[in-house]
């Protein structure tokens, strides 16, 4: 059974930072997609970023605009585990963060591409 689990959320200062983590168990998703989303309240599921490993230290990444720069999105295959270090958080940055792991090997922005979901972890930057 696959499963992902997110931690590292909590509740962060405007220009705080945060990193996220994403553990995945029952598969490995060496070279497979891993994406970020986010929710926010009364709003659509939210790309962020992903990352294809490519082979050797090799990765692509690849992110939304409004968080490039500000976000950094890394894995470690030995651990079989994904991250997010988010930078420079703003209060528009509140959300739940969801990882997300596909069966594909493109960094797609869409959710209908990622089969495996983790649960979430709220980050809430205050004002």
């Known amino acids: 059974q696959v499963q992902l689990v997110e931690s590292g959320g909590g509740l962060v200062q405007a220009g705080g930072s945060l990193r996220l983590s994403c553990a995945a168990s029952g598969r490995t998703f060496s070279s497979n997609t891993m994406g970020w989303f986010r929710q926010a309240p009364g709003k659509e599921r939210e790309f962020v970023a992903s990352?294809?490993?490519?082979?050797?230290?090799?990765?692509?990444?690849y992110y939304e605009d409004s968080m490039k720069g500000r976000f950094t999105i890394s894995r470690d295959n030995a651990k079989n585990t994904v991250y997010l270090q988010m930078n420079s958080l703003k209060p528009e940055d509140t959300a739940v963060y969801y990882c997300?792991?596909?069966?594909?090997?493109?960094?797609?922005?869409?959710?209908?591409?990622?089969?495996?979901w983790g649960q979430g972890t709220q980050v809430t930057v205050s004002s």
């Open positions: 997300a792991a596909s069966e594909h090997y493109t960094l797609s922005r869409s959710p209908d591409d990622y089969a495996y």
């Open positions: 990352i294809r490993w490519i082979g050797g230290s090799t990765f692509y990444a």
